[in-house]
């Protein structure tokens, strides 16, 4: 086995090369690079991940692969030479249905596309982004029809986030928690609402910027193997285990967008910092699915960043950086201020109790898209129908409404249910994490996270890809994704915060 083995890490490590740089050049594409250079990005993207494709779903890799899995019955089941064998036999079977060619079309559609998003959401025009989106929602039907038979059309989009999970368990999990958020959000409606006002006041970008960059420090992101840039869209990114970058946008008159927003993508870049080393250069060098990322991100920005131990130690400071602001601001009104419960317009500033309606609409509308009963031209009349039937909220515009993600540009269709689940995981594991370390919320309080950390990398992080979401989480909790831990937090935290 081991000739072959090795043979197989070099293709891997190759491919992983290959991937790393076109990631590389995205990150460029929505950090850095001029409007006019989109259409040749998509080009040299194109070229990149066919290499890559071609690469990895050749005959080579496949009869080695196919050498090697009946030597793993000898080898220990959660061994990582076990793990890599059966994760690149799975996306070796999976890639070989998707033609080289389809791959170079699709990044020469998602380029301009997520230039013409930008547009149109600077000039809240649907229409600019329309005919780009047209083009994705086809693209996404023709690679669906790579993987028939399947259990539903949207399943074989859902499983490239969300390895081995089916469209009907989100949506069975989603029909369980909708209608207790719905009578949460109704019962918090009938009380009197917090002041927010502190959070809506100028702001000075910089010193945003430079507290948001203090405070992740202190939590653990490794600025030694990672940065922080502007994008019009947060998001993080990794070209290896040692250069994993994040961004973030700064709103001038509003603290939360890019205060959570960072530390939303760090929890995403602890997790990719985190991964043992010896993954390196495999299909295992990455989270475990979309899911179990988003529950590391929602963690750090909701259970952590949003309880009152962490500002009881922030606090002091952020007056320090802001005193006009906030010198008159009590730590508790600040702490309710964060947590305010009212439905809004934009996704990424939702608050927990609302934001899993926005990703409940998401995932109807894309699945509605695929099914072929919703025509990309109808998107903005339905977006917002779904957002006033759901939410009691019109969006004045586009920008605030059908555009304000960037997943649709990028061809990502299938990501949003991994936002919602995340937030299951994480009130899963924070139950785990609270009963291993008993004084976890006297540590947040003195601003010690290393412990915190620590488990997170011993049990989730260091893993990688080794196993599939509902299996990590069943291997950390006991039992697969479970609605109710999540639920009961809701009711615990804004029960108090509102007197239910």
Same mark, same amino acid.
């Given at each position: 086995?081991?000739?072959?083995?090795?043979?197989?890490?070099?293709?891997?490590?190759?491919?992983?090369?290959?991937?790393?740089?076109?990631?590389?050049?995205?990150?460029?594409?929505?950090?850095?690079?001029?409007?006019?250079?989109?259409?040749?990005?998509?080009?040299?993207?194109?070229?990149?991940?066919?290499?890559?494709?071609?690469?990895?779903?050749?005959?080579?890799?496949?009869?080695?692969?196919?050498?090697?899995?009946?030597?793993?019955?000898?080898?220990?089941?959660?061994?990582?030479?076990?793990?890599?064998?059966? !994760?690149?036999?799975?996306?070796?079977?999976?890639?070989?249905? !998707?033609?080289?060619?389809?791959?170079?079309?699709?990044? @020469?559609?998602?380029?301009?596309?997520?230039?013409?998003?930008?547009?149109?959401?600077?000039?809240?025009?649907?229409?600019?982004?329309?005919?780009?989106?047209?083009?994705?929602?086809?693209?996404?039907?023709?690679?669906?029809?790579?993987?028939?038979?399947?259990?539903?059309?949207?399943?074989?989009?859902?499983?490239?986030?969300?390895?081995?999970?089916?469209?009907?368990? !989100?949506?069975?999990?989603?029909?369980?928690?909708?209608?207790?958020?719905?009578?949460?959000?109704?019962?918090?409606?009938?009380?009197?609402?917090?002041?927010?006002?502190?959070?809506?006041?100028?702001?000075?970008?910089?010193?945003?910027?430079?507290?948001?960059?203090?405070?992740?420090?202190?939590?653990?992101?490794?600025?030694?193997?990672?940065?922080?840039?502007?994008?019009?869209?947060?998001?993080?990114?990794?070209?290896?285990?040692?250069?994993?970058?994040?961004?973030?946008?700064?709103?001038?008159?509003?603290? @939360?967008?890019?205060?959570?927003?960072?530390?939303?993508?760090?929890?995403?870049?602890?997790?990719?910092?985190?991964?043992?080393?010896?993954?390196?250069?495999?299909?295992?060098?990455?989270?475990?699915?979309?899911?179990?990322?988003?529950?590391?991100?929602?963690?750090?920005?909701?259970?952590?960043?949003?309880?009152?131990?962490?500002?009881?130690?922030?606090?002091?400071?952020?007056?320090?950086?802001?005193?006009?602001?906030?010198?008159?601001?009590?730590?508790?009104?600040?702490?309710?201020?964060?947590?305010?419960?009212?439905?809004?317009?934009?996704?990424?500033?939702?608050?927990?109790?609302?934001?899993?309606?926005?990703?409940?609409?998401?995932?109807?509308?894309?699945?509605?898209?695929?099914?072929?009963?919703?025509?990309?031209?109808?998107?903005?009349?339905?977006? @917002?129908?779904?957002?006033?039937?759901?939410?009691?909220?019109?969006?004045?515009?586009?920008?605030?409404?059908?555009?304000?993600?960037?997943?649709?540009?990028?061809?990502?269709?299938?990501?949003?249910?991994?936002?919602?689940?995340?937030?299951?995981?994480?009130?899963?594991?924070?139950?785990?994490?609270?009963?291993?370390?008993?004084?976890?919320?006297?540590?947040?309080?003195?601003?010690?996270?290393?412990?915190?950390?620590?488990?997170?990398?011993?049990?989730?992080?260091?893993?990688?890809?080794?196993?599939?979401?509902?299996?990590?989480?069943?291997?950390?909790?006991?039992?697969?994704?479970?609605?109710?831990?999540?639920?009961?937090?809701?009711?615990?935290?804004?029960?108090?915060?509102?007197?239910?």
């Amino acid at each position: 086995m081991q000739p072959e083995l090795e043979n197989l890490k070099t293709i891997l490590s190759e491919v992983s090369d290959l991937y790393y740089a076109s990631a590389l050049l995205s990150w460029d594409q929505q950090v850095n690079m001029p409007p006019a250079g989109a259409a040749k990005r998509g080009a040299q993207l194109g070229t990149l991940r066919r290499l890559a494709h071609l690469k990895f779903t050749s005959e080579e890799v496949g009869q080695w692969l196919s050498n090697l899995k009946p030597g793993t019955g000898d080898l220990p089941p959660n061994s990582t030479e076990a793990r890599l064998i059966a !994760v690149a036999s799975r996306e070796y079977e999976k890639a070989t249905r !998707v033609p080289a060619d389809f791959v170079t079309r699709r990044e @020469n559609i998602i380029a301009p596309a997520r230039r013409a998003w930008a547009e149109a959401r600077a000039q809240s025009r649907f229409s600019i982004f329309e005919p780009h989106l047209e083009k994705i929602v086809d693209m996404s039907r023709e690679y669906i029809s790579f993987f028939e038979p399947f259990d539903h059309v949207y399943d074989p989009l859902l499983d490239d986030f969300e390895p081995g999970m089916k469209t009907s368990e !989100v949506q069975a999990i989603f029909a369980a928690i909708r209608p207790h958020q719905v009578a949460l959000i109704q019962a918090i409606a009938a009380q009197p609402q917090v002041d927010d006002s502190a959070l809506n006041q100028a702001f000075d970008r910089q010193k945003q910027w430079d507290f948001g960059i203090e405070v992740i420090t202190k939590i653990g992101y490794d600025f030694q193997r990672g940065r922080q840039d502007l994008s019009p869209h947060p998001f993080t990114t990794s070209f290896g285990l040692n250069d994993v970058r994040i961004t973030t946008r700064v709103q001038d008159n509003f603290f @939360n967008a890019a205060f959570f927003g960072t530390l939303h993508e760090t929890g995403h870049a602890l997790y990719s910092q985190g991964l043992e080393k010896s993954l390196a250069g495999t299909p295992l060098a990455r989270g475990a699915s979309l899911a179990i990322h988003e529950s590391q991100s929602r963690m750090w920005e909701n259970l952590v960043g949003r309880s009152r131990p962490f500002w009881e130690h922030f606090y002091p400071r952020l007056q320090e950086v802001f005193p006009r602001q906030l010198a008159n601001v009590s730590l508790e009104t600040f702490y309710q201020a964060v947590n305010k419960v009212e439905p809004s317009l934009i996704r990424v500033e939702a608050d927990e109790a609302t934001y899993n309606l926005h990703i409940m609409i998401r995932l109807e509308i894309e699945i509605a898209l695929m099914e072929g009963r919703l025509a990309v031209r109808d998107l903005p009349e339905v977006w @917002n129908q779904a957002m006033r039937d759901d939410l009691g909220l019109t969006p004045p515009d586009d920008a605030h409404g059908v555009l304000q993600d960037i997943h649709w540009s990028g061809g990502m269709l299938g990501y949003f249910s991994t936002y919602a689940l995340g937030n299951l995981v994480s009130a899963q594991l924070w139950e785990c994490i609270e009963n291993d370390i008993p004084d976890l919320q006297e540590q947040i309080r003195r601003g010690a996270f290393d412990e915190l950390v620590n488990w997170t990398r011993q049990k989730i992080h260091q893993h990688g890809a080794k196993f599939e979401p509902q299996e990590l989480v069943e291997k950390v909790t006991g039992s697969r994704i479970d609605p109710q831990p999540y639920l009961a937090y809701l009711q615990r935290k804004f029960g108090a915060l509102y007197q239910l």
